[in-house]
């Protein structure tokens, strides 16, 4: 069973700050989705990668199979950025294999 | 195109009642999951569905739940006489295909908030 652990699980920042939200995984993978769920509760998701680098707008998401570690960053955060951003080992056996962490509350301080 | 509709938004249960929560996937989405999110825990895979078949239901607690996907209406997640560890934040996310990848990805709704009194 693969255990995924998110760091920090809390985190405040100012306006304009550069933002890393990590997350590792006990359990090789076929591909790490990162999520986002908004302060109204609805999930989006944000990138699903099982290699390298990933880039949308401000964020980017890294992934290391080696080392069983992937990142989210936001460059220039902003207020909106405020939300839970949670990742999701999958296994490979599709939506119904995947292993969620806890997630980790941002705030973006204007 | 509607995303994934979750109904009701909130509801309210004594213990002892009845709970019916409902998703209408994507559409063209035949695929439909359930996951439960308790406080201070990450979401949890409770059921796969496809239409009129459970694919998939290690998730969920062997009794007093319930899930189907009729061939025509939404998903319907069922819990009997809840309880108040029922109490949680049932989400519905839908695919394309079984596999989830770019080219089929995941799409939630924006959840159901079951409060058991």
């Known amino acids: ?110 | 195109n509607a995303g994934v509709m979750q109904n009701p938004r909130h509801l309210v249960r004594r213990r002892g009642q009845e709970a019916r929560l409902r998703c209408s996937p994507m559409k063209g989405h035949s695929h439909v999951y359930w996951y439960r999110q308790l406080p201070e825990e990450g979401l949890k895979f409770m059921v796969y569905l496809q239409k009129e078949n459970i694919i998939d239901e290690s998730g969920m607690p062997k009794e007093r739940f319930s899930a189907e996907f009729p061939k025509e209406g939404p998903s319907i997640l069922r819990i009997q006489q809840v309880v108040r560890g029922d109490s949680a934040a049932y989400f519905c996310a839908s695919s394309v295909t079984s596999g989830i990848g770019s080219n089929s990805p995941l799409h939630f709704g924006n959840g159901t908030r079951l409060t058991v009194t």
Not at chain 1, 49 to 55: A, H, P, R, V
Not at chain 1, 68 to 90: E, F, G, M, N, Q
């Open chain 1, 1 to 110: 069973k693969n255990e995924v652990e998110q760091s920090p699980q809390n985190l405040t920042a100012q306006e304009g700050e550069f933002i890393t939200i990590n997350c590792s995984y006990s359990v090789g993978i076929s591909a790490l989705h990162w999520l986002q769920q908004h302060p109204g509760g609805g999930i989006v998701s944000l990138f699903m990668l099982s290699s390298g680098k990933k880039k949308h707008g401000r964020l980017i998401a890294t992934i290391n199979i080696q080392e069983k570690h992937s990142s989210l960053h936001i460059t220039a955060s902003h207020p909106r950025d405020s939300a839970v951003y949670i990742c999701a080992a999958d296994s490979g056996g599709g939506a119904d294999g995947l292993t969620f962490g806890k997630g980790t509350h941002l705030i973006i301080q204007p």
